[in-house]
């Protein structure tokens, strides 16, 4: 005891830091705080110091070079032991980070914790979401495979298109007017150093600022925040129905850590990290490249939207989003808390939401650009040859070689931009197939200039064979109504094209 | 609580011990013009057209052992290097825009050897030559057509063998190989035309190189450019 406490005393005596540690612990926040829904701010957190920890054990070995990069990435997958587990640890718990940030934002505008005097703990929180964005997005250059390449790539044609000084940001972002040697060392300082020292910083503020003004009481109708009474009220209600935050609402939160923390490691062991994929080398063009999660759902916007919107989306969009974020508190610093009596807030959560899931999951399961490699490997299945004529056959050559695979899907593989056209005879007639093949339009780029007729012949000829058997390829009206004999012309069915 | 976390930290560990997780990453990734596995690449780059095997997809059937025997390496070469112009079938090597390496083509050559070759593959025959000579009599060609090809080759289904739109797509090369090798996959037989619908004796080799110079003769563009046109587009 003894000699314990006085090395204490001695620090304590010049560091002076345990009153506000105390002060900090044992603060008494509502009993109603310590929620089961108030542990994602502190998972979050929990994050971050694993993020930092296993990044710095990668940037031990990682050469920040663009020779190297990818080399040291294979080398801490297949040589350093559990090297991949460390890679696998530093990418899952960066999707879980993304994640966690996410829902702890929608967490606290639902339970209307920005308001008054919170606003600034929101605002720093905004910036916390984009910082740990920006971190995603660059970790995901550093893996420096096609991935990263081409995504990056993406990204800068994004930004190239901010008028006036577009060029000067590219340049800027790259360290040079391409992808090069720069790039990486750019991106590794944004990683390393640049991003993670503010996010560290931020964080604390933020921390800071919730120790100083509380736990958010657990939301009641009725219960309306006003900027004269609401302090009164707070230390009130603390004060006569409190806990110490610690251990009173902490345990919670070190428990959904630890199993945030178990499932990055579950996921890390499972599945694996993420690459790096093929070497970044922009002479190979069989790649299909893809965002890493975070990012989808901008790609899948992208993808839907019409050309002459996407420079006004992407330059407008996220700079919308980000003063209406920020604008939050402002705009709604009192009132009612709870969702009960906030329709608007909810209906605008709910709607975020579903629209994020929705253009997340289409950008998982469509691809937003074709599948460039798709027809090199994907044989035509076997049963729509078994009764093929030749032409047929050249035809079924034809559709390969042209790839239309890399847009359409036929027996299961295939691009999805366009329609599956395992039942296209039953669709469209001959005709139409033919001016479709050669105009193009809707997306379909026109073929005119590319094919001989004899290839357009035969491509149709193969197409008209596609279709169940049970179901007969569509006719032109009028050309069944001739040779049926002039009588009435049967119903037309199903030319949706 | 913190006895979890710790078991969450150990576990890796333990694990590790006993052997591959399923996360852990096999084998690097080898830069595609490394590859000289014949299988991949096979089934990157030419059973799309060429089929699953070797057979039953819309181009010639390399794995019959007959079209083996009859063309020999440096023919093949000569036709994966710089494909068959005016076809389909594309050149691969990097020398002519291809995105194959010599080594590469080399392994494809050799793994088609390998899996698809089989010794005496014509049973003691000589099959005509691989080549189409040039010159060949297209009169000829008509009355070899009409006996022995014409048999089978009728019928709505089968006229459009002797369709120019047809013939304009497929190089004389190409016919004569199947001719010559037939394609078992697709009931063709071959040179020696013994089938059960069809009897008499093989194929002399004039009467082959008469028969593709015949189909030839059929070939005329201005037939096909004269096929229907597509509707012109209403607007730009």
């Avoid at chain 1, 060392?185 to 996010?199: A, Q």
């Avoid at chain 1, 120790?211 to 958010?216: A, E, F, P, Q, S």
């Avoid at chain 2, 080898?30 to 057209?49: G, I, K, S």
Wanted: hydrophobic share 45%; aromatic share 10%; glycine share 10%.
């Amino acid at each position: 005891m003894s000699r314990m406490k006085r090395i204490y005393d001695w620090f304590e005596q010049r560091l002076q830091i345990e009153g506000p540690v105390r002060e900090a612990v044992l603060h008494k926040v509502p009993r109603n705080t310590a929620s089961w829904w108030y542990v994602f701010g502190s998972a979050a957190f929990t994050l971050l110091i694993l993020q930092v920890v296993t990044g710095i054990l990668l940037a031990l070995v990682y050469v920040p070079s663009a020779a190297q990069a990818w080399e040291s990435l294979n080398v801490l997958n297949h040589q350093i032991p559990l090297g991949w587990f460390l890679r696998a640890v530093h990418a899952w718990g960066s999707n879980f980070m993304v994640a966690v940030v996410f829902i702890h934002m929608a967490q606290v505008f639902l339970f209307g914790a920005y308001k008054f005097p919170r606003e600034l703990t929101w605002t720093v929180g905004v910036f916390l979401l984009l910082l740990t964005l920006g971190m995603a997005f660059s970790g995901q250059v550093l893996r420096f495979d096609q991935d990263a390449y081409w995504g990056l790539g993406i990204g800068v044609f994004i930004m190239a298109r901010v008028p006036l000084i577009g060029g000067q940001l590219v340049h800027l972002l790259l360290g040079g007017p391409i992808i090069a040697g720069a790039t990486l060392s750019r991106f590794f300082t944004l990683h390393v150093f640049i991003i993670p020292g503010t996010l560290l910083f931020l964080a604390a503020v933020h921390i800071w600022m919730v120790l100083k003004l509380g736990v958010n009481e657990w939301p009641m109708p009725g219960r309306v925040v006003h900027r004269e009474t609401y302090i009164a009220e707070y230390n009130k209600l603390a004060h006569d129905d409190g806990i110490p935050f610690v251990p009173g609402a902490f345990w919670k939160d070190l428990v959904f850590s630890g199993a945030v923390l178990a499932a990055v490691f579950v996921c890390a062991l499972v599945l694996g990290p993420s690459g790096p994929g093929g070497q970044p080398d922009p002479s190979i063009i069989q790649t299909v490249p893809k965002p890493d999660f975070p990012f989808l759902w901008i790609y899948s916007v992208l993808s839907f939207l019409p050309p002459s919107l996407e420079t006004p989306f992407i330059l407008i969009a996220p700079i919308a989003m980000i003063a209406g974020l920020l604008a939050v508190p402002f705009v709604a610093s009192e009132g009612e808390k709870s969702w009960h009596r906030r329709p608007v807030a909810v209906l605008a959560l709910t709607t975020v939401a579903v629209a994020w899931a929705v253009f997340t999951h289409l950008g998982m399961y469509t691809p937003w650009s074709p599948h460039m490699n798709a027809w090199s490997g994907d044989p035509i299945p076997v049963r729509y040859l078994r009764e093929a004529t030749p032409l047929v056959r050249q035809g079924a050559v034809i559709f390969e070689s042209k790839q239309c695979r890399n847009c359409h899907q036929i027996g299961g593989h295939g691009g999805e931009r366009g329609p599956a056209l395992d039942d296209i005879a039953t669709r469209m007639t001959p005709d139409q197939m033919r001016f479709k093949v050669v105009t193009g339009g809707g997306n379909m780029p026109a073929f005119g200039k590319n094919l001989s007729p004899p290839e357009i012949e035969a491509l149709v000829a193969f197409l008209e064979t596609l279709h169940p058997a049970n179901e007969p390829p569509a006719a032109d009206a009028a050309q069944r109504a001739i040779e049926t004999g002039g009588g009435a012309p049967p119903p037309v069915g199903g030319h949706s094209y | 609580m913190r006895l979890s976390t710790l078991v969450a930290l150990g576990l890796p560990f333990l694990l590790a011990g006993c052997g591959q997780m399923p996360g852990e990453p096999h084998s690097p990734p080898v830069p595609p013009e490394q590859v000289t596995d014949f299988a991949t690449l096979y089934a990157r780059n030419c059973q799309a057209c060429h089929g699953t095997g070797g057979q039953n997809g819309p181009a010639m059937d390399l794995a019959n052992p007959e079209f083996q025997a009859l063309v020999d390496d440096n023919t093949l070469r000569t036709i994966i290097s710089d494909g068959l112009p005016g076809t389909q079938m594309p050149a691969w090597a990097q020398s002519a825009g291809g995105m194959l390496t010599d080594q590469q083509i080399s392994a494809i050559i050799g793994g088609m050897r390998r899996n698809w070759a089989k010794p005496d593959a014509f049973g003691g025959a000589t099959p005509p030559a691989f080549e189409q000579p040039k010159g060949g009599d297209a009169n000829h060609g008509r009355q070899v057509y009409q006996a022995r090809c014409a048999g089978c080759h009728s019928g709505p289904k089968r006229q459009q063998l002797t369709s120019p739109v047809y013939l304009s797509l497929v190089s004389d090369q190409a016919l004569r190989s199947i001719i010559l090798a037939g394609r078992p996959d697709i009931g063709q037989p071959d040179w020696r035309m013994q089938t059960p619908q069809t009897s008499g004796p093989p194929l002399a080799p004039q009467d082959v190189t008469d028969v593709v110079a015949y189909l030839g003769s059929l070939r005329n563009p201005d037939v096909v450019s004269a096929a229907p046109t597509p509707m012109p587009s209403p607007r730009r």
